[in-house]
């Protein structure tokens, strides 16, 4: 097998193993870490439809991470894809209303964040140990809502890591921020900030970058990692359940073998979209990639005119986890569609910085032709919810409502037939307001809590096991800070 290396979407000759992507998390200059190559997948689909969720998983990295054993990550994936999933497949298809969705929210914190953060640690721990790393390594990540609880539920605990994880205080829902709150480990640490996601993202960028704040971490046996997508390691365990969802169409006999489907994807950071691109481009049959945006719809505006604006009005939506206006895995995209000019990269990423907008020349927009986008708004988001629930009775999230409601218009417009798969990104549960809402206006003012029964009795779904004692939980983290301040935060948890 050809060894793939891994370098920088912004500096041409800086390349490294999986193993140090994965531990740096970001690469020095600031880009994000690409593949090499991007490998292809070398077997029949028949011999992959034989294989389940973790065999499929081991299989997929193999092509990634060259440098680690097959042993290696057969190991970090029967880890990871164990009983926390309550599902034996792991991830799930379910057809309703002639729409198929992808149950990414099986997990222990009950959104898609934990099919590859439920891996992450064990593939950082193994790549500590082939580099000869001997820091602590200190998890620094921003969340919209989802990639925090899950990072923590990740790394509580893990020997010779610590975890910080900043959120906007004012920006996600009250079942996401419980969640985080009540978090128990010694090593972990939860902080609300007065601002967005963005706010946060950018502020973890800058820790990650700041020279002098590196040098103090070194001197102290600290070193940064991250848990967002820009580690590449959280983004490839996200490659798996798409090509598992073609697999699971081909073994139903909803499609045949080289028959193109299309995913409908909600999307903020670009991450989960982004990972659709890799299984696309290692050879599964994908006709459109359907980019659904909310009411923040810098992603929409960006396919459709060429210019990435993030000068605008910031909202605060029902689908908190995709407000967001910097989509940092865009990045790996415009690297791919560019031809690989990592210069060409560099300039838009500063022209974003300082001025607030890029626009790409017309070769460069010709490579996504793969993608398709749309956007929902509110209004629309409920009416999917309630449309989907009259016509089956399945309940859907506020994100996964956005996808559907993208798709159906998509649909109306293009005429394309082509079978699609709805990523369904959470449990309805984390949004019990805002779905139960969407049904009858009644719930507005009961406890978001209180509705977890209401739910129950109305989806016929048992309340998860992880939430189910959730308002009981005692808060542990307390800690809100200004964006400004969030290095001098992290400079006292450490103690630097």
């Known amino acids: 097998m050809t060894t793939i290396n891994y370098k920088s979407t912004r500096q041409e000759g800086h390349n490294v193993s999986a193993a140090t992507a994965i531990l740096t998390g970001i690469a020095p200059d600031g880009g994000l870490y690409v593949p090499t190559r991007i490998p292809k997948i070398d077997k029949t689909f028949s011999e992959l439809a034989a294989l389940n969720y973790r065999q499929l998983a081991v299989y997929l990295l193999s092509l990634y ?6 042993a290696e990550i057969t190991k970090a994936v029967d880890c990871a ?19 198929h969705f992808l149950e990414l929210f099986h997990g222990p914190t009950l959104a898609f964040k ?8 064990y593939l950082l721990k193994t790549a500590a140990q082939k ?12 969340t919209s809502g989802d990639t925090g609880k899950a990072a923590l539920e990740g790394f509580a605990g893990v020997e010779g890591t610590k975890i910080i994880v900043f959120f906007p205080e004012h920006g996600v829902s009250r079942v996401q921020k419980r969640q985080m709150v009540t978090q128990r480990g010694k090593n972990t640490y939860v902080i609300g900030i007065e601002g967005n996601f963005d706010d946060a993202q950018n502020g973890v960028k800058a820790i990650f970058t700041d020279p002098v704040l590196r040098q103090k971490l070194a001197e102290n046996g600290y070193m940064f990692s991250s ?18 969802a073609y697999l699971e169409l081909l073994r139903r006999g909803c499609i045949k073998t080289g028959e193109k489907i299309n995913f409908c994807v909600p999307t903020g950071n670009f991450g989960n979209i982004l990972a659709a691109y890799y299984a696309e481009q290692m050879g599964l049959p994908v006709g459109k990639l359907i980019c659904a945006s909310n009411k923040n719809k810098v992603l929409f505006d960006f396919f459709t005119t060429k210019i990435y604006d993030r000068k605008r009005e910031f909202f605060v939506t029902s689908s908190p986890s995709m407000d967001i206006l910097i989509s940092s895995n865009l990045e790996r995209l415009l690297y791919h569609a560019a031809g690989e000019n990592s210069e060409q990269v560099r300039a838009w990423m500063e022209d974003l910085k300082t001025k607030g907008s890029y626009e790409i020349p017309a070769e460069t927009a010709a490579a996504l032709k793969s993608f398709a986008a749309g956007f929902a708004t509110e209004a629309e988001t409920k009416a ?38 709805v990523v369904a990104t959470a ?15 009644k719930f ?44 001098q935060v992290v400079s006292e948890i450490l103690g630097l």
Not at 94 to 99: A, H, M
Request: aromatic share 8%; proline share 6%; glycine share 2%.
């Open 427 to 441: 449990s309805p549960y984390k949004f019990s307001k805002d779905v139960l809402c969407a049904l009858e206006e």
């Open 227 to 244: 848990a967002n997508s820009i580690n590449i390691g959280r983004l490839l365990p996200q490659i798996v359940y798409y090509v598992w």
């Open 444 to 487: 507005a003012q009961v406890d978001d809590f209180a509705l977890f029964k209401e739910m129950e009795k109305i989806s016929q779904v048992e309340i998860p096991a992880p939430i189910r004692d959730l308002k009981e939980r005692p808060v542990l983290h307390r800690q809100v800070c200004r964006p400004e301040e969030m290095p």
């Open 114 to 121: 934990d099919m590859a953060l439920a891996l992450l640690p």
């Open 81 to 99: 894809y164990d009983d926390k999933f309550r599902t034996p497949q792991i991830a799930q298809l379910e057809t309703k209303n002639n729409t």
């Open 384 to 421: 999917s919810i309630r449309e989907v629930f009259e016509a089956s009775g399945y309940l859907i999230d506020t994100h996964t409502a956005v996808a559907y409601s993208v798709l159906q218009k998509y649909q109306k417009e293009t005429l394309d037939g082509a079978p699609a798969v």
């Open 65 to 70: 991470l060259t440098d680690f054993t097959e």
């Open 131 to 142: 580099t000869g790393q001997k820091k602590e390594i200190v998890i620094l990540t921003a």
